[in-house]
Antibody, heavy 122, light 113 residues
Framework: QVQLVQSGAEVKKPGASVKVSCKASGYTFNNYHMHWVRQAPGQGLEWMGIINPSGDSTYAQKFQGRVTMTRDTSTSTVYMELSSLRSEDTAVYYC????????????????WGQGTQVTVSP | DIVMTQSPDSLPVSLGERATINCKSSQSILYSSNNKNYLAWYQQKLGQPPKLLIYWASIRESGVPDRFSGSGSGADFTLTISSLQAEDVAVYYCQQYYSSPYTFGQGTKLEIK
């Protein structure tokens, strides 16, 4: 069965960086795009960006310059690193898989990781 | 960016009754070349990640009970739960995947009356 297992909770100081991992299993990793979505406390869902099977990424403009998404095909793991953290970045971060037609992603999210709490606090 | 607006924000419904959640996009998310609406619905229970219910506006994901249905086209969409069960208490989100950034509605909290 498809599983996306994320790394554990993080507490960071303002200005620091955080790197969250998402290990995939139960499907052919190289055939699927992966996204990152975050959810601030008591708030809705916010799309951050996508990484394709080739390792190319596209980010929401809001996060341009602060976020980097990478993937390691040898371990079927994707990573999301967010830098220059501020209190507003306190949120649960999810990885989420989407399917594709050929190389074109169809970005609705059929499987989600369990979420990683990132807390930014002085 | 396409703005997704849901209504209502909160919806109390009696067990066994129908629940209807609306979602409006700031522009059409119907792709004319394939006549598909790029709209998904998710259910999020407390402390859990979202779960995909509906995609292409009306296609139920495998394993989703048939009391859940999606309808609408263009810029106006509806999620209907035909007979509310206790386990349906959750927050429901619509999401457009017509264009990046892929945006969500603010959520509708469904509760038991």
């Amino acid at each position: 069965q498809v599983q996306l297992v994320q790394s554990g909770a993080e507490v960071k100081k303002p200005g620091a960086s955080v790197k969250v991992s998402c290990k995939a299993s139960g499907y052919t990793f190289n055939n699927y795009h992966m996204h990152w979505v975050r959810q601030a406390p008591g708030q809705g869902l916010e799309w951050m960006g996508i990484i394709n099977p080739s390792g190319d990424s596209t980010y929401a403009q809001k996060f341009q310059g602060r976020v980097t998404m990478t993937r390691d095909t040898s371990t079927s793991t994707v990573y999301m690193e967010l830098s220059s953290l501020r209190s507003e970045d306190t949120a649960v971060y999810y990885c989420a898989r989407t399917t594709s037609v050929g190389t074109t992603p169809i970005p609705y999210f059929d499987y989600w990781g369990q979420g990683t709490q990132v807390t930014v606090s002085p | 960016d396409i703005v997704m607006t849901q209504s209502p924000d909160s919806l109390p419904v009696s067990l066994g009754e129908r629940a209807t959640i609306n979602c409006k996009s700031s522009q059409s998310i119907l792709y004319s070349s394939n006549n598909k609406n790029y709209l998904a619905w998710y259910q999020q229970k407390l402390g859990q990640p979202p779960k995909l219910l509906i995609y292409w506006a009306s296609i139920r994901e495998s394993g989703v009970p048939d009391r859940f249905s999606g309808s609408g086209s263009g810029a106006d969409f509806t999620l209907t739960i035909s007979s509310l069960q206790a386990e349906d208490v959750a927050v429901y989100y619509c999401q457009q995947y017509y264009s990046s950034p892929y945006t969500f509605g603010q959520g509708t909290k469904l509760e038991i009356k």
